[in-house]
C-alpha cells in the first residue's frame, strides 16, 4: 500500500514548502519591518547571488555575503551604511554604483525600507 | 555541490499564501479529483484491513481456547485469508478499470495537445496546432484554459523523466523512445506546481515547472501573443543587452523568435521575461535572478547543460539580464 503512505506524507510536504518562518531579531535601525524585508529577500531570492544567514538555500558567491552587514561602515565599499542610502541601494544599485553587477530589484519603495531594515538587523 | 533552493517557500508566500500549489490532497480540477477520491477509498480500505488484522491478531494471543479453535479453523483460513483479499482486489481492480476508462473519455474530449519534453533538467513545451505541427514552442511552463481538458503527449530527449502536477491530474512517466499522453484538466484558475517526479540525474530535484490556469479569454489572448515573434528592444540597456546577448553567443543554445538566434539545445527564450520562474521552477523570474543565473548557472545548478557567463563586466551583465526580463 504504498498510495496511503505518500498520501499521509503530503500535508507534512506542504507544511514544509508553504509556512516555515524562523524568527528574527527585531532591528532598532532603520524605519521599515525586519520581518517583512526577511520574507522579501527570500521570496526575491536575493540568495542566487549573496549568503545570507537566516535565510534557506542563500548561498550565492556573486555577491559578497550579506553576514554582519548591520556592522559595516560603507555599501560596496563606497557608500555610506545608513538606512535610507541601504534602502535606495537594494532598490536600484546600479543608479548608485554605475559599475556594479547587482541590477534594480523589483522592490516597491517600501519594501526597500523593510529590507533594508532587515539587512540592517544582520549584526 | 547540490542545492535546494528557496523557491517553493518564496513563491508560495508570495503567489498562495500558506495554500498548497502541490498537493495531491487539493484536487483543482475533476481528473486530479477521480484520482484523490480512489486515494480515499484505498486509505478508507487499507485502515479497516489493518484494523481487522490488528484485532484478529491480538485475539489470537489473547484467546480462550474456543475462540483459537474458531480463528484456525479451515473455514476462518479460507474466508479471512483467500476470499476477503480476492473480493477486495477484485473491487479494486474494477475500480481503476473504471477511473481509467473515465480519464479516458475526458483525453477524446481535449481539443488542445501540448507535446513536452523532458530534457536534463529542464522542460521543453510545445503547444501543437491541429494538424499536429508544433504551432510555436516554449519551456518550464505551461497555461491551460479552465474547464477545458487540455492533453499531452509526453516524450523524453535522454532518461525516463516523470511529468506530474498533483493537483491537476496522475502521474506518467516521460520514457525515451515513447509518446505517453495524460490529460490535464483545470476547474480552478489558480498557478500548481508541477515537478519531475523520476530521478533524472544529480539536478532531478530542480527540474519542476509551473500550470497556469486561466480563464479561456485569458489563455486566448496569451496563446494569440505567446505564437508571436520576440518584443523588439526598445531602451538604450535593452538594446545593449540584446547586443551582448549575440556577442556571448547565447543564440547557438537559444532561440529568440524575430531575432537571429536560433538555438534548440536550450529553452526557447522568446518570451521568457513573462514566466514565473527561470530554470525549471529553480529562482523566481526577475531580473536579479535572471543575472544570477547567467553568471553563475553552475553554480546555482551544477552540471545543468549551460555554461556560467563569468566574464561578463557588471554593466553587460545588467543589460543582458534586463533584455531578457523585457522578453515578456
Ligand atoms: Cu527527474
Redesign the pocket.
Same mark, same amino acid.
Given at each position: 500500500m504504498r498510495l496511503p503512505t505518500a498520501f499521509a506524507l503530503l500535508p507534512a510536504l506542504a507544511l514544509l514548502w508553504g509556512c516555515d518562518k524562523p524568527p528574527v531579531a527585531r532591528a532598532d535601525a532603520g524605519r521599515g519591518d525586519a520581518e517583512d524585508g526577511r520574507t522579501t529577500v527570500a521570496s526575491l531570492a536575493c540568495g542566487a547571488c549573496h549568503s545570507i544567514p537566516g535565510i534557506r538555500a542563500a548561498d550565492g558567491t556573486v555577491g559578497p555575503s550579506l553576514a554582519g552587514l548591520g556592522n559595516r561602515n560603507f555599501i560596496a565599499g563606497t557608500l555610506p551604511n545608513d538606512p535610507g542610502t541601504l534602502a535606495a541601494f537594494v532598490r536600484n544599485a546600479p543608479s548608485l554604483v554605475p559599475g556594479t553587477a547587482m541590477p534594480a530589484m523589483p522592490l516597491s519603495e517600501a519594501q526597500a525600507i523593510d529590507v533594508a531594515a532587515f539587512l540592517a538587523s544582520l549584526r | 555541490m547540490t542545492r535546494v533552493r528557496g523557491l517553493p517557500a518564496g513563491l508560495a508566500l508570495a503567489l498562495a499564501g500558506c495554500t498548497p500549489i502541490q498537493s495531491a490532497l487539493d484536487p483543482a480540477g475533476s481528473n486530479a479529483g477521480m484520482v484523490f477520491d480512489l486515494g480515499v477509498a484505498m486509505t478508507i480500505g487499507a485502515t479497516l484491513v489493518c484494523v481487522l488484522v490488528v484485532v484478529l491478531a491480538w485475539r489470537a494471543v489473547r484467546r480462550s481456547r474456543a475462540e483459537g479453535a474458531w480463528l484456525a479453523s479451515p473455514r476462518m483460513v479460507i474466508a479471512l485469508g483467500a476470499v476477503l483479499p480476492a473480493v477486495v482486489l477484485t473491487a479494486l481492480l474494477a475500480y481503476g478499470f473504471v477511473l481509467d476508462r473515465q480519464l479516458a473519455a475526458e483525453e477524446d474530449r481535449a481539443a488542445l495537445t501540448v507535446r513536452v519534453t523532458g530534457e536534463q533538467?529542464w522542460w521543453r513545451v510545445a503547444y501543437l496546432a491541429p494538424d499536429g505541427s508544433p504551432a510555436f514552442e516554449t519551456a518550464n511552463e505551461i497555461r491551460l484554459p479552465v474547464g477545458q481538458p487540455v492533453r499531452f503527449e509526453l516524450e523524453s530527449a535522454d532518461v525516463i !523523466?516523470?511529468f506530474w502536477v498533483p493537483a491537476l491530474g496522475g502521474k506518467i512517466d516521460l520514457i525515451p523512445g515513447r509518446t505517453n499522453t495524460v490529460t490535464l484538466l483545470a476547474e480552478r484558475e489558480g498557478i500548481y506546481r508541477g515537478q519531475?517526479a523520476?530521478?533524472?540525474g544529480t539536478q !532531478?530535484a530542480l527540474?519542476a515547472f509551473m500550470a497556469r490556469a486561466e480563464t479561456p479569454e485569458d489563455f486566448g489572448a496569451w496563446f494569440a501573443a505567446e505564437g508571436g515573434d520576440a518584443r523588439q528592444p526598445e531602451t538604450e540597456e535593452e538594446v545593449a543587452g540584446h547586443g551582448a546577448f549575440v556577442a556571448a553567443g547565447c543564440g547557438a543554445c537559444h532561440a529568440v523568435r524575430g531575432t537571429a538566434a536560433a538555438g534548440t539545445i536550450g529553452p526557447d527564450l522568446t518570451h521568457v521575461g513573462s514566466r514565473l520562474t527561470i530554470a525549471a521552477g529553480t529562482l523566481p523570474n526577475h531580473a536579479g535572478t535572471l543575472a544570477a543565473w547567467v553568471t553563475d548557472a553552475q553554480a546555482i545548478k551544477p552540471g545543468a547543460r549551460m555554461p556560467s557567463f563569468d566574464e561578463l563586466d557588471g554593466p553587460t551583465l545588467r543589460s543582458i539580464a534586463v533584455y531578457l526580463a523585457s522578453l515578456r
Open positions: - | 533538467w !523523466h516523470s519531475c523520476e530521478f533524472c !532531478h527540474m
